[in-house]
């Protein structure tokens, strides 16, 4: 993607025809590349922008049967439902939280795990662990959630049988406000650390050799290699993962949180996306759950815009 | 070597494309209405969408062993898919994702209240034309006109239809009767005995394993609600759901005296009789627990199979395969004169309005196979499997063949369920007898016992509609996180009376319950309720 404009502003410097012929020959040149993209942006013409046009019934009062053409408009009404209900502000509360613990707690251990396996040097063992640790990826939320219960159920699960034997009182965890939040940051890390190690890894291993030989003839122990090298290596990842993590703050994750919902925790656990899946699916209310769509997608995209600014300032460099 | 890859790619696409492509066409050729001809000229895809309470661990059998769909193809010329689950919340939410994907099942099965729903939002057709006694009349055996125009959530239209159900309740609690022999402990008869009971079975290790890991009781709250398993329920006078109570329509689960419930269970979760998983548990959870040998007493309010020997499933035979000893039977524990309602039509018959407009043929030949499985014929299959093999008839006289219906059926994954959901399972309805060589004499006490117990008509047959733009859902979410509150945070009712008031008011309660009220007495005509308070 990278090679096209530079290749682009070359030609144009040595090239006396007019900018746009340039152009196009340039696209003729590199015609394979340009088809070998087709399908991708077909995909993404077709499952991404097409059902953008969909965001009209955030407007509308809609109606299965009558479609959108069909659905009588009602202007930003669905927006007034959503902002002039009782339970924006805790959801937003609570969306943000969750969010803002899981981009904490998700991504440090993620780095730390890498640079743990990035110092195992016994090959065989680097990669069991890796293993062992990316394996719980790929389980569904249902089976982290039945995991969850078999240990914490207040009556049968494993710790709070412990609890209550070794005479400390009976826990109901599950059911705690207090735990509720800290519990889907666990279950989460427990889940994708091992996962989200890997892209870390990837930067790792292309982090220049040569600059750790230096660093170790110039007298660098392992700490000082680790900050002064390592850790700014993975800088640029590290950001961009984070700027997209941001944009996708007010999605707190629908999944994990749905199932782990219980009528004790509603005030600390209920979400954006549950109260949309409540209005979407459960009331069939399709224009009040797409007006809250728009509205995160609109917080997401300011967020992104905001943070790639401020990590440009900061850092120097941001995803664009 | 580069071109070569790129226009590998591109041909997989356009084929893929291509291939998608034909398809649809092929199904838009079997699903067009064939206007002239005989109904069955044309071969139609149908596509069902059904679920009733048993059909929670069922999974129908490759097609070359799927009699039932056989049948039904090769009679009425159809290309059957049928979806199925056990009902409640997570299939209507099913059944919504697929009507927001713009694919409304040709013909589908929903609860009262959803209906209602789907019916305002015109997403079912009406049924007036359809729906005849003289073109179902074997649907009109098992539900009368008179019901089914009563059932109307508009009087005068025709737009869902009841689907038969079962008129005897089969609510029961259930209770370990080798746990009461062992502690030496009489049946419970009143809620003082029942408490003395189950705290018994807590501490007096009546599985003899010399650890305290049983409990009294158990249900399952789904993380949700405060089930009306807990016989506090109707120790403080509440049978069921609703029912009218001093000329007055009571919502029980909202009503004033839900305190005493709360204080009651409360009491019951200190002393620790109460299995601590019950508000999580997502059912059978508790049933599971139960056939562990881990709780002493559970209820059900329409499984009549839990403490029967004649089915393999049953909890009693799962039980018994951990403790051959082990002994429920069903048991009413309390001194209360009614137990529970009589059963009355909850779920609908919905067949999609886009069917009927661009194929009517497809909603005539789906009421058409609803008719047939309501018939005898269609009954017998559903219910027993083939006749010779599974099942042998003389006269009115059904007989099961049991080994063949084990092997074929029960332990196939109980697939008949899926096709017998539109009929109950009582053959009396049309006129035949059924003889289960299973059933032992210690089963027919037991399904007598349970048949037995008391019980009323909750309401007259009228169908309750909350007023315009009220969700009675948000008011169901918000009574159930009071009730969850003040059992498991407040540990007492104190607060229930404040609780109440505001479910009355800001959850609109008392706007809901006055709607019922005065749609009751249009139904009652000859004697008037008391206002909802």
Known sequence: ?320 | MKKLVVLGLTAMIALTACASGEKTANETATASPDGAGSPKSAKLSLNWSVANVFLANVTLPSADKDFVKKAIEEKFNVDLKIDYMAIGKEYHDKLNASLAGGSVPDLFIAAGAESQKYISDGITTNLSTFFTPETMPNYYKWVSKEEVDAFQPKQGEFTRAIMPFQRNAYASWYIRQDWLDKLGLKPPANYAELTDVLTKFTKGDPDGNGKQDTYGFTAAGSGQSLPLDFPQWLNNGFVADFMIADNTFVDNRSDLKVQGVIDQVVEWNKAGIVDPDWFLNKSPAHVDKAAQGKVGMIFSTGDKTMALDSVPTSLQNRTKALNPEANWQPIYPLDQPVMWKNNVPENTILVSKTTADKSPDKVKRSLEILDWLTSEEGFLLTHYGQEGKHYTKSGNKVTLNVEAFDTDIAKAGNWLNVYGVFTPDEPRVLGLEFNDPRISEHDYAILKTIEDYPKHNALPPVSLIPPAGINIGDFRKEMNKFHIKAVLEDESGKNWPQYREELMTKFKGREIFTEYTSQLNASLKDKKLNDFK
């Open chain 1, 1 to 320: 993607m990278a090679a096209e404009p530079i290749a682009a502003r070359e030609k144009k410097s040595i090239d006396s025809r007019p900018w746009r012929q340039g152009k196009l020959s340039s696209v003729y040149r590199s015609r394979w590349f340009y088809l070998m993209m087709v399908p991708g942006l077909i995909y993404y013409i077709l499952f991404h922008y097409v059902p953008m046009a969909g965001t009209l019934i955030a407007f509308q009062n809609y109606n299965l049967m009558k479609g959108i053409w069909g659905s009588s408009w009602v202007g930003f009404d669905n927006f007034r439902i959503i902002f002039d209900n009782p339970e924006f502000l805790q959801i937003m509360r609570n969306t943000l939280i969750i969010s803002i613990y899981k981009i904490i707690g998700n991504m440090v251990p993620d780095v730390i795990l890498a640079l743990m396996l990035n110092e195992v040097r016994v090959r065989w063992f680097k990669k069991t662990v890796q293993t062992i640790t990316y394996g719980p990826y790929f389980l569904s939320w249902v089976i982290v959630y039945g995991l969850a219960f078999s240990f914490l159920a207040p009556g049968s699960g494993l710790i709070s049988t412990f609890v209550r034997d070794m005479g400390w009182g009976q826990i109901d965890l599950m059911a705690d406000k207090n735990f509720f939040r800290p519990m889907l940051v666990l279950t989460e890390i427990w889940k994708n650390t091992g996962f989200g190690a890997i892209i870390y890894l990837a930067a790792l291993a292309s982090i220049n050799q040569e600059l750790y030989e230096a660093a170790v003839v110039d007298g660098a122990g392992r700490w000082r290699q680790l900050w002064h090298i390592t850790l700014p290596g993975l800088r640029d990842v590290f950001v961009l993962l984070l700027i997209i993590r941001i944009g996708g703050i007010l999605d707190a994750g629908f999944d994990q949180v749905f199932i782990f919902l219980n009528a004790r925790v509603y005030d600390v656990g209920d979400i954006v996306d549950t109260w949309v899946y409540r209005y979407g699916f459960e009331r069939l209310e399709f224009g009040v759950a797409a007006a809250m769509g728009v509205f995160k997608s609109l917080v997401g995209l300011i967020l992104v815009i905001g943070a790639n600014k401020l990590a440009k300032k900061v850092g120097g460099s941001g995803i664009w």
